[in-house]
């Protein structure tokens, strides 16, 4: 939707996607075995080890800036789609609007959840988190093929815009030549990023029966980027095959507030936000203390709930 209206253009924009899954998954190995090689458990201790330590703050800045502008992203989701999920319940404003959905959910759940010290907690969960993506993939792949949304479909009355579609007479690549395409670059490459806790998360991983971690390392990675990539690209294209050029930047807005899969969907995406949130934020606070060194430990010990 950023740069056609064509269902043309699904072919480079898929096509693109698993092209940075790939990439993706490469990366976050890499990241994975420069910490194993040098012996250290985060980025900027690789980094420092490998490059030099005058410039380590490089990694931690970049990281944490990414972190958090990804917990940002969270709560900005979760308020759009909680207030979405409220409004037909008709509760005054103070309740249901989107402000007042985002200070309630992050005092009273992301705070508990992000103030954990270990990752540990959250792996019973993160499976919960899997299963939400995909049925959210599975109800919007569902409504491209029911008809709901189409001209005079149950739904598309209901629909906060219609489906526009643009005719393209060139070939599928021919649509790239777009300026607008350079949006679906930028939202690639941040689509598969979570290489902010690769460390963390071979640090945290079992070793195999042979006591070594790279192996089970890059199988975990390599299944988990490619279920991303493919989640990711059949939200893409039976979102865009249902709105086409209407699509909005959350494609769960698309749908109508009675429409119950939708409500459905969205509860699913609140959860997937909800459990994951806690790993983007401890990335987040364990960049912050490894960046003041021994201050930021301190901190951390003497402040508990604050690092």
Same mark, same amino acid.
């Given at each position: ?9 699904? =072919?480079?924009?898929? /096509? #693109? ?32 080890? /490998? ?51 985002? *200070? ?8 508990? *959840? ?16 899997? !299963? ?31 489906? %526009? ?8 690549? /021919?649509? =790239?030549?777009?300026?607008?395409? /350079? ?17 963390? #998360?071979?640090? %945290? *991983? ?11 390392? @890059?199988?975990?990675? =390599? ?37 119950? @899969? ?10 997937? @936000? ?6 983007? #934020? ?15 430990? %301190?901190?951390? %010990?003497?402040?508990?709930? *604050? !690092?």
């Amino acid at each position: 939707a950023a740069f056609s209206g064509s269902p043309k253009a699904l =072919v480079p924009s898929v /096509a #693109f996607t698993l092209l940075l899954g790939v990439l993706s998954a490469y990366g976050f190995v890499l990241i994975a075995d420069a910490c194993n090689r040098t012996g250290e458990t985060t980025y900027q201790g690789s980094w420092g080890k /490998a490059i030099g330590h005058r410039s380590k703050w490089v990694p931690a800045v970049a990281c944490i800036a990414k972190a958090g502008i990804g917990c940002i992203s969270y709560s900005m989701i979760l308020g759009d789609c909680l207030s979405l999920l409220l409004k037909p319940l008709s509760f005054p404003a103070a309740i249901s609007s989107r402000s007042a959905v985002m *200070l309630a959910l992050t005092v009273l759940v992301l705070l508990p *959840l992000c103030s954990m010290k270990s990752l540990a907690p959250l792996a019973k969960f993160s499976f919960l988190g899997v !299963l939400s993506n995909v049925f959210i993939a599975i109800v919007i792949a569902f409504r491209s093929l029911d008809g709901s949304y189409r001209a005079g479909g149950a739904l598309a009355a209901a629909a906060p815009a219609a489906a %526009e579609f643009v005719p393209f007479t060139g070939s599928p690549w /021919a649509t =790239v030549a777009d300026p607008g395409f /350079a949006v679906l670059l930028c939202m690639l490459s941040t689509a598969f990023i979570a290489h902010y806790n690769a460390p963390v #998360f071979y640090e %945290e *991983l079992a070793p195999g029966p042979d006591g070594r971690k790279d192996g089970r390392f @890059l199988l975990v990675s =390599v299944i988990g980027f490619s279920i991303a990539a493919i989640i990711l690209s059949t939200v893409m294209s039976c979102g865009f095959l249902t709105f086409g050029r209407a699509s909005l930047g959350l494609i769960l807005d698309n749908y109508a507030a009675t429409d119950r @899969l939708a409500v459905a969907a969205r509860i699913a995406i609140v959860v997937s @936000l909800t459990t994951t949130q806690p790993l983007v #934020f401890f990335s987040l606070r364990r960049q912050l203390v490894d960046l003041f060194g021994h201050r930021g430990a %301190e901190l951390a %010990e003497r402040w508990p709930t *604050l !690092l």
